[in-house]
């Protein structure tokens, strides 16, 4: 209460980058998880990456303890505008009432979410191509063979101009809105449920945890399949006129993994989803919160 937007795009970018940076390794894991066995039947192809921790393992001895910092610039910037824009949009829908009606909160949610997925897709695109880039012996899905986020950058944009920038948009806003959407509405009635029954004292970071981790696993939950056709789209090969090569889009990723690796081909790296959401969101949130609180 009493927080400008403007303030808030600024605390949300901040408290997104905090938990990012924290929680940037496991999002190394579950992108290497996630295009592991593209498109092949479960049991049919080499698994160099099993399980978060063996895969953390596997991720070291490929690149280096540095290894599972990789595109950590690339998630910054995605972070931060991602975000940024996201608190925004929520902050001003909380200022124009909307999250008092009911299903506001998740409308809200979903719809900040959606525009920031937008915003940051670009930075998402480049930092997915780094975080599966390692050598060829532990390689999954396609290698784009970038040297920094800068040269990335650039030849994409070279390859395939600004609209090049944007591919994979589509898996983006989906994934984002459905986890903003559980994230933000999970998050504001699990912290108000705690203190309603005076478990913890409202306004307390205890409070704030509590939401968060509730929330986590909501989002979990809900938002894996959104998140494992989301890295398929951004790091799917593409022709030159920028068309991708397995997949056409949304709906067809999503016929192709179900149809090709099952419906649990659309829950791979869960466990990396989880323990990579679940610190994110207390983190994200529990800085959000007590960045606006002072």
Known sequence: AGVPP?????????????????TNPLEVVKTRLQLQGELQPPGTYPRPYRGVLRAA?????????????????????????????????????????????????????????????????????????LQAQTLSAMAVGHQHNHESISGAFKSIYQQHGVVGLWRGVTGAVPRVAVGSAVQLATFASAKDWVCERQWFRKGSWAAVLAGGMVSGVAVAVTMTPFDVISTRLYNQPVDADGTGKLYRGFLDCILQISS????????????????RLGPHTVLSLFFWDKLRNM
């Open 6 to 22: 403007a303030t808030d795009l600024v605390l949300g970018a901040t408290a997104g980058c905090l938990a990012c940076f924290l």
């Open 57 to 129: 393992v596997a991720v070291c001895r490929a690149d280096g303890l540095r290894g599972l910092q990789k595109g950590l610039a690339a998630g910054l910037l995605y972070q931060g505008l991602m975000n940024g824009v996201r608190f925004y949009c929520y902050s001003h829908a909380e200022d124009a009432g909307w999250t008092g009606y009911p299903g506001g909160t998740v409308a809200a949610g979903a719809v900040a979410g959606a525009v920031g997925a937008v915003v940051g897709s670009p930075a998402y695109l480049v930092k997915t191509h």
């Open 260 to 275: 090709k690796e099952g419906l649990l081909g659309l829950y791979k790296g869960i466990g990396a989803v989880y323990l």
